[in-house]
Nanobody, 127 residues
Framework: QVQLVESGGGLVQAGGSLRLSCATS????????MGWFRQAPGKEREFVTT????????TTADSVKGRFTMSRDNAKNTVYLQMNSLKPEDTAVYYC????????????????????WGQGTQVTVSS
């Protein structure tokens, strides 16, 4: 059974930091690109960042570049999202997702290219 379980969300003041984790099981983690997406109320799901199966390559949305960093630990089947200098506009439900295949291309930024999803974790940034 495939599982992706996010944790680490919460309420933080603007300028603060949070670290999200996504623990996975039930699939060959090291063969999947992983991504973080977010969705704010009334808005479409938005790409945040993605990391390649080996952790060598990342792509990050311009809106969070320089503030958010994604990493992975293939020994623990877990990905992380370090979020610094948080802004109120970062408020959203954050989802981790897994995309099958050792292929690195622009499709990693498209939510509909991902095969498995977590349930999401709420991040709220107060001004």
């Amino acid at each position: 059974q495939v599982q992706l379980v996010e944790s680490g969300g919460g309420l933080v003041q603007a300028g603060g930091s949070l670290r999200l984790s996504c623990a996975t099981s039930g699939f060959t983690f090291s063969s999947y690109n992983m991504g973080w997406f977010r969705q704010a109320p009334g808005k479409e799901r938005e790409f945040v960042t993605t990391i390649s199966w080996g952790g060598i390559r990342t792509t990050t949305a311009d809106s969070v570049k320089g503030r958010f960093t994604m990493s992975r630990d293939n020994a623990k089947n877990t990905v992380y999202l370090q979020m610094n200098s948080l802004k109120p506009e970062d408020t959203a439900v954050y989802y981790c997702a897994a995309r099958r295949g050792r292929v690195w291309d622009e499709r990693n930024s498209r939510w509909n290219e991902y095969d498995y999803w977590g349930q999401g974790t709420q991040v709220t940034v107060s001004s």
